[in-house]
């Protein structure tokens, strides 16, 4: 299964942009760049997903790597709310499976 | 929210004794998920099912069985509960199988094994 790798752990002040990295450098052509993320105490909770161009929703951006081996999850105004573990996972193509990793735990300082 | 319930939301059992955990959607999706997560270990993929009666096994699915009988109920049964069976249970829902299908957690249930 392809992987990925991100920092265990981040720190962002509230009220500004924060750039979650990940790298996957065994991304194969048809494996999908998924972002989800956990809140404490609740499930996950999908975020978003791409496969080679960059992409927008209400909830972040996310920027892949013009050779898709690195993407960045992108929250334009972090909140309080915003503090959660962030998951990227890829999935492929055909695959319903989901695999997680430790992900990182974003904390958000007032 | 998508409409995912589970029940219990806790539960202590003592080991040995037989635990049935139950996921319920309203949502009408085809594809259910049930995963486990522990410290350092993320999600891990228990048993999923592709429709009524129609059931696979993840990634640990030693010591758990899974029933579908209807659409909306997908339940997880741990024939005689063990303390490694400790954990935060997660059930998911899918509209499909692909890989762009976003999947719908549940709250989760926190089982306790003495």
Redesign the interface.
């Known amino acids: 299964d392809a992987k990925t790798t991100q920092p265990n752990s981040m720190e962002s002040n509230e009220e500004e942009p924060v750039h979650l990295p990940c790298n996957h450098s065994t991304i194969s052509g048809t494996d999908y760049i998924h972002w989800y993320r956990q809140l404490p105490s609740q499930g996950p909770e999908y975020v978003i997903h791409g496969l080679t161009s960059n992409v927008n929703n209400r909830m972040a951006s996310l920027a892949i790597a013009e050779d898709r081996k690195s993407s960045t999850l992108i929250l334009h105004r972090a909140t309080l709310r915003d503090a959660a573990v962030y998951y990227c996972i890829l999935r492929e193509g055909r695959d319903d499976k989901i695999i997680f990793g430790k992900g990182t735990r974003l904390h958000i300082l007032p | 929210d998508a409409g995912i319930t589970q029940s219990p939301r806790h539960k202590v059992t003592e080991t040995g004794t037989p635990v049935t955990l139950r996921c319920h959607q309203t949502e009408n999706h085809r ?1 259910m998920y049930w ?1 486990r997560q522990d410290p ?1 270990h ?4 228990i048993h ?1 099912s592709y429709g009524v009666k129609d059931t696979d096994k ?1 990634e640990v699915s030693d010591g758990y069985s899974v029933s579908r009988s209807k659409t909306e109920d997908f339940l997880l049964t741990l024939e005689s509960a063990t303390s490694s069976q400790t954990s935060v249970y ?1 059930c ?1 829902i ?1 509209l ?13 249930t926190r089982l306790t094994v003495l």
Do not use: I
Not at chain 2, 96 to 108: H, M, R
């Open positions: 594809y995963y350092g993320g999600l891990r993929l999923y993840g997660f998911a899918s499909s199988k692909s890989a762009v299908s976003e999947q719908f957690f549940g709250p989760g």
